[in-house]
Every structure is written in structure tokens, then in C-alpha cells.
Nanobody
Framework: VQLQASGGGLVQPGGSLKLSCAGS????????IGWFRQAPGKEREGVSC????????YYADSVKGRFTIARDNAKNAVYLQMNSLKPEDTAVYYC??????????????????WGQGTQVTVSS
């Protein structure tokens, strides 16, 4: 069971990146998939989540209107489109798979499986 996060990089403020989370060894369609980020010296925080079945999505207030999460069931992948990036978005981004209840959807502890992380740096 593995998750592979990719798509990070260096981008200027106002730019865009698209992160990918691919699953191997298990079907992502059966899990809620969350994107989290961790900046140096800070705790891992929930950014966005998409449910396994009904299309419910969650966004942290700091990314609402800028980030979009989506599934591609045929490719067993989940994507995070990040637009209008800001320097404060700089962090290592991780994807996680789990079955959290609504009240825990943004908590890293509610997710079972994790990818290795991909670095996003927003800087001019």
C-alpha cells in the first residue's frame, strides 16, 4: 500500500501548481483523500479533502477559492489544483488516505496511509 505525491516545485507568487496523489496497491476510491501541508517549525495542517463517494469536499479557510481538489477514479488518483499561490503556501505537501468522520476531516491523525510529500515553494 503506497501513496505517491508529486507535482511540487518552485513558483512565483500568483502562479499555479497541480499536485497529484497516486495510489498503488489499493483503491483510492474507497477512501477519503486529504491534502495536508507542513511548513518548517509548524504542525501538519489540513488543506483539502475529498470524500470517497458523494463528492463532498473540504477546504481550509486559507485556501478557499484558490485550491481545487478532484478525483480521477480511472487513474486511481486525486489532484490538488493550486492557483494564486502565496509565499505562505510554501510547505511540504502530503496526501493521506483514511475514513475520517466530518468533525475530524482536517486532522492528520484521522488518516491511515501517507505519501512521502512534495515540496512547494512560492517565492519571487
Amino acid at each position: 500500500v503506497q501513496l505517491q505525491a508529486s507535482g511540487g516545485g518552485l513558483v512565483q507568487p500568483g502562479g499555479s501548481l497541480k499536485l497529484s496523489c497516486a495510489g498503488s496497491g489499493f483503491n483510492l476510491n474507497y477512501y477519503h483523500i486529504g491534502w495536508f501541508r507542513q511548513a518548517p517549525g509548524k504542525e501538519r495542517e489540513g488543506v483539502s479533502c475529498i470524500s470517497s463517494s458523494d463528492g463532498f469536499t473540504y477546504y481550509a479557510d486559507s485556501v478557499k477559492g484558490r485550491f481545487t481538489i478532484a478525483r480521477d477514479n480511472a487513474k486511481n488518483a486525486v489532484y490538488l489544483q493550486m492557483n494564486s499561490l502565496k509565499p505562505e503556501d510554501t510547505a511540504v505537501y502530503y496526501c493521506g488516505a483514511g475514513r475520517p468522520i466530518l468533525s475530524t476531516i482536517s486532522r492528520p491523525s484521522a488518516y491511515y496511509y501517507w505519501g512521502q510529500g512534495t515540496q512547494v515553494t512560492v517565492s519571487s
